[in-house]
C-alpha cells in the first residue's frame, strides 16, 4: 500500500520544495525573531506577517516517542517510532526515527538526531532523523 | 456564570451499553434523550435548546420532533459535552431558552452509521503528523508520554496502577465492560500497542450516549429528581497537533479550564468530594490530578499509588470504571458526567457517602481541548 502523504498548500509549499532538494527550511518572524512551525503566512507569536523562509541546521534531539506495534498497512508489518524532535532551532516536529533498531534501548530521550530525507514521489519527499553521526 | 443558577433536571445512559449492534449513532442519541425526558418527566416539545457533537444538533431537533431556539453544535472532541453544559447554562441565564437537552451516542465498537475517523491530508496534521504513521489515539495520544515520565520521574508501573485502581471501581459498577481485578503485572503483560503503552492502558471501544437535559434552577424546584446544580465551569483549546503542544508534561487546555471553574465555583481544592478525569489511557489521570492542582507536578504517580483516589482513598476518581474499564464510545466525556451527576444524585453503584462537590473534567482530541464542569447537590 502507497504511503500516506502530505497535500501541499500555497502557505507550507516552501517546506516540501525544501524536503525535495534536501533542506529543512523553517520560518522565522523578521519582528521578533521567533522561529516557528508548521509553516504559515504571519508569526504565531506576534501577528507580523513579516518573516521569511530559512534553511535550519537539520540538527536536533529526541524528545518523545512511541513504538507502533500495530504498524498502518502503508507504514510496513514492523514495529516503528512516531517521534517528536526538538531542533536546534527551537521549533519540534514530528517524524520516524531511522536508521537504527525500533527499541527502547535503541530510542534514548535526548540523543542528537540529524535530518535525513526520502523521496516518495515526484512532489513528496519526508524528513526523517537519524542518530547523529560523530 | 452565575453558581447554582442552572440544575440538571434529567440525565441517562442509553438502555443498553457495551454492543449494541442494533442501534445506529443516530438512534443512540434517540434513546439516551427518551431515557432522559422520561427521567425529567419532560416530552421532546418541552425542550426549546438542543447541543451535540457528532452528529450535528439540526439532525437531533429534527430527529427528535423538537423546534428548538437555541442550537449548539460545538465540536472539539469528547469533551464537547462540557462545553455544552457551559454554553447551555449561558444561554438559559440570557434567555435564548429554558430547557436545553444535551446529547451523545457512538457506535464506537460496531460502527453502525457513524462518520469515519481521519481528516484532509492538506490540514496540518495531515501534512506534518499523518505521513509518520499515527494509527488513531493510541498512537497520537500517547506520543508526549515518555517525555512525561523521565520529566517526572515517572514509571510504567505508575501508568499500570491507574489502570489497576480503576478496575477496582468498575468491579463495584454493574454496567461495566470490565469488571474483574487485574494486577501491575497483567498490565504490564498485556499486549503491547504502541510502546510504552500496553493495552490494558488503553480505553475501551464501546458502543452507547447519554443524555443531559438542564433548566434554570429555580425551575428545577417542579421536576421529579433531585436537581444538581451547576457551580462552575471551564473550557479551552490549545492545539489540533499534538507534537506541536507547548509543554509535552502539562496540558495547558487543562490549566486554563480547571482554574476557570474553580474560579466561578469559588472553592478550594479540600471541598472537592468526588473528581471524574476523562481517561482515554491511564496518563490523563495523572496529567489531570497535576493540572487541575490536586497533585504538584511530580506528586500524582504517588498520591495514585497511595490509593487517595481508589475506594476508601480521600479523593476518589472515575468512581464508573472510567473509560479504562466501564465504556468509551469515542467521546467519553458525556459518561463522565453522568458519573458526577449519579453521585451528586447519590444513586451511583459506587456511591460516594456524603458527597457535595464532584468535577466532570474533560479532554478533547489528543490534549486538543478541554472542558470542566463543576457539580453540587447543594441549592
Known amino acids: 500500500m502507497d504511503r500516506v502523504l502530505p497535500q501541499p498548500t500555497p502557505e507550507t509549499r516552501h517546506f516540501w520544495e525544501g524536503c525535495k532538494v534536501g533542506e529543512l527550511r523553517l520560518q522565522r518572524c523578521t519582528d521578533c525573531q521567533h522561529s516557528y512551525f508548521p509553516p504559515r503566512a504571519f508569526c504565531p507569536k506576534c501577528g507580523s506577517r513579516d518573516v521569511a523562509v530559512y534553511t535550519a541546521s537539520g540538527k536536533g534531539f529526541l524528545y518523545s516517542y512511541v513504538i507502533n506495534h500495530r504498524p498502518r498497512p502503508d507504514m510496513g508489518k514492523e514495529p516503528h517510532s512516531i517521534a517528536v524532535v526538538e531542533l536546534s532551532e527551537g521549533p519540534r516536529m514530528m517524524t520516524n526515527i531511522v536508521g537504527c533498531p525500533q527499541t527502547p534501548e535503541a530510542l534514548q530521550l535526548d540523543m542528537p538526531v540529524e535530518v535525513t530525507f526520502e523521496s516518495f514521489s515526484d512532489d513528496i519527499s519526508l524528513p526523517f532523523f537519524q542518530p547523529a553521526k560523530g | ?379
Open chain 2, 1 to 379: 456564570m452565575k453558581p447554582k443558577s442552572i440544575a440538571v433536571v434529567g440525565a441517562a445512559e442509553t438502555t443498553q451499553m457495551g454492543k449494541i449492534p442494533d442501534v445506529s449513532v443516530i438512534g443512540l442519541h434517540a434513546d439516551a434523550a427518551l431515557n432522559a425526558l422520561k427521567d425529567a418527566g419532560l416530552k421532546p416539545s418541552d425542550i426549546d435548546g438542543v447541543a451535540t457533537a457528532g452528529i450535528s444538533p439540526v439532525e437531533l431537533a429534527h430527529y427528535m420532533g423538537i423546534t428548538p431556539t437555541y442550537a449548539d453544535g460545538t465540536s472539539v472532541g469528547g469533551c464537547s459535552f462540557m462545553l455544552h453544559v457551559r454554553h447551555a447554562a449561558a444561554a438559559i441565564n440570557e434567555g435564548l431558552c429554558k430547557t436545553v437537552l444535551i446529547t451523545h451516542g457512538e457506535s464506537g465498537r460496531s460502527r453502525i452509521g457513524g462518520g469515519r475517523f481521519g481528516g484532509s491530508p492538506a490540514s496540518l496534521s495531515g501534512q506534518f503528523e499523518a505521513p509518520y504513521g499515527p494509527a488513531g489515539p493510541p498512537t497520537m495520544f500517547t506520543v508526549p508520554v515518555m517525555r512525561y515520565l523521565k520529566a517526572r520521574g515517572y514509571t510504567v508501573e505508575d501508568l499500570a496502577t491507574v489502570s489497576v485502581i480503576q478496575r477496582e471501581w468498575a468491579a463495584l459498577n454493574p454496567r461495566a465492560s470490565f469488571k474483574d481485578p487485574i494486577t501491575v503485572d497483567d498490565v504490564l503483560n498485556s499486549p503491547m500497542i504502541a510502546w510504552p503503552f500496553r493495552m490494558l492502558m488503553c480505553c475501551l471501544v464501546t458502543d452507547g450516549g447519554g443524555a443531559i437535559i438542564l433548566t434554570s434552577a429555580e425551575r428545577a424546584k417542579d421536576f421529579p429528581q433531585k436537581p444538581v446544580y451547576i457551580l462552575g465551569t471551564g473550557e479551552s483549546v490549545e492545539t489540533p497537533m499534538v507534537s506541536q503542544m507547548e509543554d509535552f508534561t502539562s496540558s495547558k487546555a487543562f490549566r486554563v479550564s480547571g482554574k476557570k471553574a474553580f474560579d466561578e465555583a469559588g472553592i478550594t481544592h479540600a471541598d472537592v468530594d468526588h473528581l471524574m478525569i476523562y481517561d482515554a489511557f491511564a496518563h490523563l489521570p495523572l496529567y489531570g490530578l497535576e493540572d487541575l492542582g490536586f497533585c504538584k507536578p511530580g506528586e500524582a504517580a504517588g498520591f495514585v499509588r497511595e490509593r487517595n483516589t481508589a475506594i476508601g482513598g480521600k479523593l476518589p476518581v472515575n468512581t464508573n470504571g472510567g473509560g479504562l474499564s466501564y465504556m468509551h464510545s469515542g467521546m467519553y466525556g458525556m459518561y463522565a458526567m453522568q458519573e458526577s451527576i449519579r453521585q451528586m444524585r447519590g444513586i451511583a453503584p459506587a456511591q460516594v457517602k456524603d458527597a457535595k462537590i464532584s468535577i466532570s473534567h474533560g479532554v478533547g482530541g489528543m490534549f486538543a481541548a478541554s472542558g470542566t464542569v463543576i457539580w453540587t447537590n447543594e441549592a
